[in-house]
């Protein structure tokens, strides 16, 4: 699984120009699911990216009670590595893919709250608004 993990303050996905999912202060995370898409969810809710009362890094989502938004993104799977066009070969399948991702969203449920997602194969608007901007590139 890749994470493009984002300290937001707030963030949102819009289909079809209907609200899914909103959350306030906490992280945003973009999923790329690979095979074997589930080690990173421990260390997403653990990964100390929030300030303490010294103003540094050393507090994590579950410490501040924070929100949680995952959205799947099939793009940070691709292969850019040759040429000009992105692969997807590295990519679970589609129906992996969803399955995989779902059970992410299902963990998370369990092991935090409030945790919020969007649509697996959806067209999504995704916006936020990134805190510091710290953003963070995880990966199993």
Avoid: C
């Avoid at 692969?87 to 369990?110: D, I």
């Amino acid at each position: 699984m890749i994470a493009l993990l984002q300290r937001v303050l707030k963030a949102e996905v819009h289909i079809a120009d209907e609200l899914t999912a909103s959350i306030g202060k906490g992280l945003l995370i973009l999923v790329g699911v690979k095979p074997a898409a589930l080690r990173l969810l421990s260390k997403l809710l653990k990964y100390r990216v929030f300030a303490d009362e010294a103003g540094k890094m050393n507090l994590s989502l579950q410490q501040i009670a924070g929100d949680l938004l995952l959205v799947p993104q099939f793009t940070l799977a691709a292969d850019t590595r040759h040429g000009l066009r992105p692969g997807f070969s590295t990519a679970a399948p589609p129906e992996q893919g969803a399955r995989l991702f779902h059970l992410l969203v299902a963990a998370a449920r369990v092991q935090h709250s409030p945790v919020a997602s969007g649509v697996f194969g959806a067209h999504m608007q995704v916006s936020l608004t990134n805190d510091g901007p710290v953003t963070l590139w995880l990966e199993s």
